[in-house]
């Protein structure tokens, strides 16, 4: 039996070799990338781009958590950050291969 439909964890496998895509698996306002390697991992918002590059160290998590405004604010704010599909990075070991343990909140 699944638990809630607003958290889901996941594990992606990296490796050195491609970049390996994070991908919303529910509509989101959060998303936690934890590096649960033993190695580094490489987080790119663009695969093709290394200026978007940034290191997750071993043991580290790379948050992204995006508050709701309440009812009465007049933007987009309380809308989702990331709909189902979405790519919201790119994944690759610094050496050897590692998972990565994802966490999305509604």
Not at 48 to 58: E, F, L, M, N, R
Not at 60 to 88: K, L, M
Request: proline letters at 6%; one cysteine or more; aromatic letters at 6%.
């Amino acid at each position: 039996m699944a638990s809630n439909p607003n958290y889901v964890k996941k594990q992606l496998a990296v490796d050195t070799v491609s970049w390996t895509a994070v991908v919303a698996p529910i509509d989101c306002m959060g998303v936690a990338i934890k590096n649960s390697a033993p190695v580094n991992l490489l987080i790119r918002t663009d695969s093709g781009d290394a200026t978007t590059q940034d290191t997750i160290p071993a043991g580290s998590v790379e948050t992204i958590s995006v508050p709701r405004h309440s009812a009465g604010v007049q933007d987009a704010g309380s809308g989702t950050r990331f709909f189902t599909g979405d790519t919201i990075a790119y994944l690759q070991a610094a050496s050897g291969t590692g998972p990565a343990q994802l966490t999305f909140v509604r």
